[in-house]
Each structure stands twice: as C-alpha cells, then as structure tokens.
C-alpha cells in the first residue's frame, strides 16, 4: 500500500500556472503507476493525468498540451505542472497510485486527501 500527501493547490488567475506535489510513502512507489484526478462541486471524480512506472503518460483531452504529469522515484514524488490555467480547472485535485497504467479510477487503490485549485477569470 502507498501513503500519497498532495501540497502546491492554491488560487491562481487564469492564464497563470501552479505546480501540484505528491508526497509518496512505502516500499512499492516506483513499480506502480501514479495518477492524478479532479472533482470540482457537483461533478464526477475525472481523470487529469497518468504516468506509468516507465515514465509512459498518458492526458485527458482537456488538459493535453497544457499539463504535465512527471515523477522521481528517488523521492517518490510525483507532480502534475499546470500551466494556461483556466477558471474550469478549479477542483480539488487528488493524487492516486495504481498497479496498472490505466485512467479508470476504479483501479486506483490509494489516494490522497486532495489539494483545492482555483482559478479566478
């Protein structure tokens, strides 16, 4: 089982970046896949983000050119760069940690607690 803390979330105005952090712990960290996902109010958990234990990504279509997932598995880190942000990417953002390199979140068995990003017009 993998521990995932999520820090860097914030309020940010559109058109601006942020850089989300996840904090990983326990002995498996680099032969999973890690993810990131986003609920905003009212809304469906959805896939952002996916990198494999071989650095393979994979984006969802809405953020595809904007966002970059990376990992260091020396630190058991993984990030996720946002950049040309816009007011439809507030949400809480979650970090999660996957045996298969997969989107569904159903396949993700550890989560964090999520980290708030907001962003104003």
């Known amino acids: 089982q993998v521990q995932l803390v999520e820090s860097g979330g914030g309020l940010v105005q559109a058109g601006g970046s942020l850089r989300l952090s996840c904090a990983a712990s326990g002995r498996t960290f680099s032969s999973v896949a890690m993810g990131w996902f986003r609920q905003a109010p009212g809304k469906e958990r959805e896939f952002v983000a996916t990198i494999s234990w071989m650095n393979y990504t994979l984006y969802a279509d809405a953020v595809k050119g904007r966002f970059t997932i990376s990992r260091d598995n020396a630190k058991k880190m993984v990030y996720l760069q946002m950049n040309s942000l816009k007011p439809e990417d507030t949400a809480v953002y979650y970090c999660?940690?996957?045996?298969?390199?997969?989107?569904?979140?159903?396949?993700?068995?550890?989560w964090g607690q999520g980290t708030q990003v907001t962003v104003s017009s």
């Open positions: 999660a940690a996957s045996t298969r390199y997969t989107s569904r979140p159903a396949d993700f068995s550890s």
